[in-house]
């Protein structure tokens, strides 16, 4: 499938606030680095389970069954997003960075003092303070970074190689950079990873709207994501392989579960929370197969309509790229706008592979200036932060700005972003 305009227009009608914004102003969102727009169908199944399944589980009233299955249903959504083993592989929490603290906690009951940490330079401080907490407790001797090229943005595996060592206990990364939008080798560094006998974990938050992952093939030990970058809402997932959810002893109340992923997850779920992501998912799926408007059935045919509807989305994405790189007509790429300094791959292509993610600064603007004539002059919804990552500061920079695409954007939006940031540098000429 090949999403053109009347699909694109389909698509956005999924997405109640793509258009406007509260105020009924109509702007380009462009901000989906920082969280998604919440697609009608996450927030129908939230608004259902709120209201009809608010009990707690294990009773055999209905409220109380019926929050047990959407939690159970949920589950095995993530499942088939992820192609994980089965529901029972899929741990939540508040967040993924709380997700990847409660994983270090159990680490930390293993590790001797001796063990270090490899993981990449262009990581979110999700991924570095729960390693720092495991050196400041003495539970690992080291944090190791393998830095990006600078110029190009791109992460070479040799450079995490060179930094696995029999200590090695842990190598931790992002699926892409969160500033960059450079997507990070994980055949090349799971097979290092597996060579040391290291954990292999990857942060996909950033990544997981723009490609399907698929743990066994990638053959990950833990995977995070969080339902806010996915079309939902606020709340995350963690995979983790069986054998992990069975042998290590995360931090836990006594009377709570001790087996399956209940065994890691602290205080009672919020049912609503695997609703939506069950809604997202099958929006997703219906993506795959838009004729359908029925979802399709968890398992097998579900995760076959994710793989169609990954293939329609990267495809579209890409054309998407293409357009914010190297401009369309008359109008400049974002390599092409004088004074506009561009981080990270500058192109798209199997060897510059990267997400449709792109932080610059405009010469003559200050950050948070510059975001806001975007917003007041043009409605264009661009964040100026440092998005909690090291990459603002390699470059010596406090902030960046940064416009993520999405599928729900059109060319339209793209170009409009463009010819605002031309016509903005044309000024300071
Ligand atoms: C790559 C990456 N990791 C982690 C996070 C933080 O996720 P959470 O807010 O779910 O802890 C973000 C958020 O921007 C991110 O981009």
């Known amino acids: 499938m090949r999403i053109d305009s009347k699909f694109l227009a389909g698509i956005r009608r999924q997405f109640p606030a793509v258009s406007a914004d509260p105020a009924g102003r109509r702007r380009a969102f462009l901000d989906n680095g920082a969280g998604t727009l919440v697609t009608r169908r996450a927030a129908d199944r939230e608004y259902d389970a709120r209201v009809n399944w608010s009990a707690n589980v294990g009773n055999l009233f209905p409220e109380s069954e019926g929050a047990g299955e959407t939690i159970r249903e949920g ?22 960075t709380s997700l990847l603290f409660g994983l270090s906690y159990a680490f930390g009951r293993e590790f001797t003092g001796s063990e270090n940490v490899v993981t990449t ?11 720092v907490e495991l050196g ?3 539970e690992i001797k080291e944090l190791r970074f393998a830095e990006f090229d600078k110029d190009t943005g791109m992460l070479d595996p040799g450079a995490v190689q060179e930094l696995v060592d029999r200590n090695t206990k842990v190598v931790t990364v992002s699926a892409a950079s969160n500033v960059l939008g450079t997507r990070t080798n994980l055949a090349e560094i799971g097979k290092i990873a597996r060579d040391a006998k290291a954990y292999f974990i990857i942060d996909a938050v950033h990544h997981v709207p723009h490609e399907l992952v698929d743990v066994r093939r990638i053959g990950c030990d833990f995977l995070v994501f969080s339902g806010y970058k996915l079309f939902s809402r606020h709340g995350s997932f963690m995979y983790a392989k069986p054998e992990h959810i069975r042998k290590l002893s995360p931090y836990k109340v006594l009377p ?5 992923p209940e065994k890691w997850e602290q205080g009672t779920r919020d049912q609503a929370m695997f609703a939506a992501i069950s809604g997202a998912i099958d929006y997703l799926a219906w993506v795959g197969r838009p004729s359908t408007k029925r979802p399709p059935k968890p398992g097998k045919a579900r995760r076959t309509r994710l793989i169609q509807a990954f293939k329609t989305i990267e495809r579209y994405e890409k054309e998407l790229m ?20 561009l981080y990270g791959p500058s192109n798209v292509s199997k060897e510059w592979e990267r997400d449709p993610t792109f932080s610059f600064n405009l010469r003559g603007y200050p950050d948070r200036a510059l975001s806001k004539k975007l ?14 990552s090291r990459v603002p500061a390699i470059y010596k920079k406090k902030t960046m700005l940064r416009a993520t695409f999405v599928h729900y954007n059109s060319k339209a939006e793209v170009l409009s972003l463009l010819s605002a940031l031309d016509d903005l540098a044309r000024r300071k000429k």
């Open 75 to 96: 589950r095995m959504a993530v499942a088939d997003l992820l192609n994980a083993e089965g529901a029972g592989t899929i741990i939540s929490g508040e967040s993924a």
């Open 121 to 131: 330079g262009y990581e979110h401080y999700t991924n570095i303070n729960p390693w």
């Open 136 to 138: 400041s407790n003495l």
């Open 256 to 260: 709570s579960p001790k087996r399956g």
């Open 322 to 341: 293409d357009i914010a790189l190297h401009g369309k007509g008359k109008t400049p790429g974002l390599n092409d706008i004088p004074g506009l300094r």
């Open 375 to 388: 917003w007041d002059r043009y409605r264009l919804a661009v964040g100026a932060e440092d998005y909690y």
